[in-house]
């Protein structure tokens, strides 16, 4: 297969060390292609036979392999062969003197990249070298992402009942079938990334992708070129043509998180796309038309961005046609029993249950990192728990100890079927009964449940349905001592 070779200037430095296997048994040519590629920053190994190389591919991964066919024992084919099994992920690029048709065929066949035919230009055995690697870090790329899919789809779901959640899937089922643009303002932390998902998958574009960036994780000139793609030589580092996130989702949906971070050049250019569909490559004169809706979110107050003059206007009327305002989760507490059930029951491992008083406390907790805050300490309390249910003793310190400035706040709150670590028989104190607390209700059913079993904790545990070990805290925790007869 022919290709024009681009010479790539010593500068031209890689941002990530990719690592060559050579194998061919010339010397001469071994060395001058090792120098080559190492000058470019490749970490380069080489070997004289096939069998030198498949014990170097068992010591260590290599993401390409520069291969010569017509090699002393096993011939490149063959060590092709032998290297799909010891690491499937290297590509392989063929070298040969004597080519023919039926060689190309069982190579590619066998998974080769490509092949060259000796003798070539070192300017264009590297430029294959290049797009050989980058088909792999795609590859890696493409793997990662479906992993990270298939872990996140069980968290897709807006979990919630409150009138402000209600409200947000009402303004979801009204917006979806438009094509219109959306800006979702809200926290840090309160799900803007799941609202524009369900917009996407309620929409007519759920067929087609939904690409995400977040303008706050890129430098200015790093977003234009993520947003836009750029051409080959467009800065130093572009040795290569890339396509930009708008043309990856053409026909579906770009959702574009922080936008209110965004630079004043690349607004300009986002404002072009809301026009009239159409943008440059960065370092081109070609148009390119695209159909993407995008959905914008940021946790900014855009209008007063832009009243000093950080924000373009014009982008702000053009983005803010439907506005929907993820609440915080402060201000939907009723909510936090549903959402702390819901990520005890989407991982099988680890306790699925907890304890009414540490129930409590995370609904009188603020959450300035709302949702995500409150997520990564269920994760945080189900690592350290000892037993089946998580105790107050498993929440951070923070929780454990602050509450709510809000008024009544520090009053115990019913939660309408929230677990409850130790079920509470009709026989139990109840409030107005001399308790007045969960705690105090949780530590009158333990007494209980000791005194019917002659203080026996092993029998008075398991009728509790709790562990031995989770008994003696308790009785720790609340004082509790056994009363003479």
């Not at 409150?162 to 309160?190: K, N």
């Not at 809000?406 to 509470?424: C, K």
Request: hydrophobic content about 40%.
């Amino acid at each position: 297969m022919a290709a024009t070779a681009q010479p790539v200037s010593d500068s031209d430095q890689l941002t990530e060390t990719v690592s060559v296997l050579i194998v061919d048994d010339d010397a001469a040519f071994r060395s001058l292609v090792a120098r080559r590629l190492a000058r470019r920053g490749y970490a380069v190994q080489d070997a004289p036979d096939a069998e030198t190389a498949l014990a170097m591919a068992r010591e260590r991964h290599f993401d390409v392999a520069i291969l010569d066919i017509a090699l002393p024992g096993m011939d490149g084919v063959q060590l092709l062969e032998q290297l799909r099994i010891v690491d499937p992920d290297t590509q392989a690029i063929m070298l040969t003197g004597h080519a023919t048709v039926e060689t190309a065929i069982r190579a590619m066949k066998l998974g080769a990249y490509d092949y060259l035919t000796k003798p070539c230009e070192l300017a264009e055995l590297e430029l294959h070298v290049q797009r050989a690697y980058e088909r792999l870090r795609l590859a890696r790329e493409n793997d990662a992402l479906r992993t990270a899919l298939r872990r996140s789809e069980h968290s897709l779901e807006i979990v919630g009942d409150s009138p402000a959640i209600r409200q947000v899937l009402h303004m979801i089922s009204r917006v979806a079938p438009t094509d219109s643009p959306v800006l979702i303002l809200g926290e840090s932390g309160t799900g803007k990334e799941l609202v524009a998902r369900a917009i996407h998958r309620a929409s007519k574009r759920a067929h087609r992708p939904m690409v995400v960036i977040n303008c706050a994780a890129l430098q200015e000139t790093l977003l234009e070129s993520e947003l836009f793609g750029h051409e080959r030589g467009a800065f130093t580092s572009a040795v290569t043509s890339k396509p930009g996130l708008f043309e990856l989702a053409n026909g579906g949906t770009l959702f574009i998180d922080e936008v209110g971070e965004m630079a004043a050049s690349v607004q300009a250019k986002l404002l072009r796309v809301l026009e009239d569909g159409s943008f440059r490559r960065v370092g081109s004169v070609k148009e390119i038309r695209v159909n993407v809706r995008i959905i914008a979110a940021t946790n900014k107050d855009l209008a007063a961005e832009v009243a000093e003059k950080r924000f373009r206007d014009d982008l702000y009327f053009r983005l803010n046609v439907i506005t929907i305002h993820v609440p915080p989760l402060r201000e939907r507490r009723s909510d936090i029993p549903l959402l702390v059930r819901h990520f005890l029951q989407r991982d099988p491992r680890g306790p699925r249950h907890i304890e009414p008083e540490a129930m409590q406390r995370l609904i009188e907790y603020d959450w300035p990192g709302n949702v995500r805050e409150l997520a990564n300490v269920i994760e945080r309390a189900k690592i350290l728990c000892d037993g089946e249910v998580i105790t107050v003793q498993d929440l951070p310190p923070d929780i454990i100890h602050r509450r709510s400035l809000l008024p009544g706040a520090n009053r115990p709150v019913v939660v309408p079927g929230a677990s409850s670590a130790i079920p509470t028989p009709s026989s139990a104190v109840q409030p107005g009964n001399g308790a007045s607390t969960l705690a105090e209700i949780e530590k009158a059913h333990i007494v209980s449940a000791l005194e019917r079993h002659g203080w026996n904790k092993a029998q008075a545990a398991r009728a509790l349905g709790i562990s031995r070990r989770r008994l003696y805290r308790l009785i720790e925790k609340y004082g509790i001592t056994r009363r003479p007869s």
